[in-house]
């Protein structure tokens, strides 16, 4: 269960696009297919194609809500999705950060998953840095709960994968910055026994 958490947290290092398709498309598809496998019990599968593809009025209940969407959400999200890439790409013309300058991507980078943001209890066993973080994040700040120190700081890393900073980085690159420069800011904060997501959170 905690790895589920912590692969659904690190798809904050995607890009916006990416992001999308998994937050907002895949779970539209999965309620899409629901709908379809109920309104074949209605009618023929052909049948609630042709009503869903607008080609025959709809006669059943189920079959007007497949019509629905076929009308107004699939000409929306193809539209606001086309949209939305020729936006970035007319964007990022000259925007190009320093961070890619001069640098190869090959199809396998491209294709690779961003990975996983770190499971801290792993920092217990590596090297001098990490275990210092460690102590400072979990004993200090957070009094020994592992659980909650964990939460916290894939809570913190995933929200900085947001931020603007490291927008224009790809998805490797942005969650290792991010984490390098997690551990540097908790592990300050937490000396002195505080934790920002402590503190947001009451």
Known sequence: M????????SRKALKGTSQWVIDWCIPMAAALGVLYVFAIRAASPSGVYRAFTLIDSPQHALLWATSLVGWLLVPAIIGGFAGHVIAQRINKVKSIST?????????????????????IFAYF???????????AWVRV???NDWVRAQDHWEVFVRDMLSTQ?????????CLRQVQ???????????????????EKRR
């Not at 905690?2 to 947290?9: A, E, F, G, P």
């Not at 300058?101 to 770190?118: H, M």
């Open 180 to 198: 390098n420069v997690s551990l540097i800011a908790l592990r300050v904060s937490g000396r002195s026994g505080l934790c920002i997501v402590c």
């Open 125 to 135: 066993h590596g090297s001098y840095a990490e275990q210092d973080f460690a102590d």
């Open 2 to 9: 905690r790895r589920v958490r912590r692969v659904w947290r």
């Open 99 to 119: 961070q890619t300058l001069f640098r190869r991507r090959r199809i396998g980078q491209r294709l690779k998953p961003p990975g996983l943001i770190d499971d």
């Open 165 to 173: 900073q490291y927008a224009h980085l790809d998805r490797h690159e």
């Open 141 to 143: 700040a957070h009094r």
